[in-house]
């Protein structure tokens, strides 16, 4: 069993940035890939970025390539998404996903445990 809490959530304006983070507990960290979600009001939950268990392979989504970095510090249980020049369509709840397998993977069935995640706000 893992537990995930993420934080660094908030209200930002367009252009800026925010930094959320994830830490986990349980099992242990190194074994599983990690991935960010997010669901916007009326809208199906969709995949952000995703990391490798030992964070040499990564992938994103096309919307956020460029502007999100997925990263890890295996030794603090912690996954981060850096998010810079924040758009409004950016607002949505973020959620934070483990999967059992070393592969990062963006498909949110893939995925096993699940954060309750953190609201993130862009105003224009």
């Known amino acids: 069993q893992v537990q995930l809490v993420e934080s660094g959530g908030g209200l930002v304006q367009a252009g800026g940035s925010l930094r959320l983070s994830c830490a986990a507990s349980?099992?242990?960290?190194?074994?599983?890939?990690m991935g960010w979600f997010r669901q916007a009001p009326g809208k199906e939950r969709e995949f952000v970025a995703a990391?490798?268990?030992?964070?040499?392979?990564?992938v994103y989504a096309d919307s956020v390539k460029g502007r999100f970095t997925i990263s890890r510090d295996n030794a603090k249980n912690t996954v981060y998404l850096q998010m810079n020049s924040l758009k409004p369509e950016d607002t949505a709840v973020y959620y934070c996903?483990?999967?059992?397998?070393?592969?990062?993977?963006?498909?949110?069935?893939?995925?096993?445990?699940w954060g309750q995640g953190t609201q993130v706000t862009v105003s224009s």
């Open positions: 996903a483990a999967r059992s397998g070393i592969i990062a993977t963006m498909t949110w069935d893939d995925y096993n445990y």
């Open positions: 349980g099992r242990t960290f190194s074994s599983y890939a």
């Open positions: 990391i490798s268990w030992g964070g040499g392979s990564t």
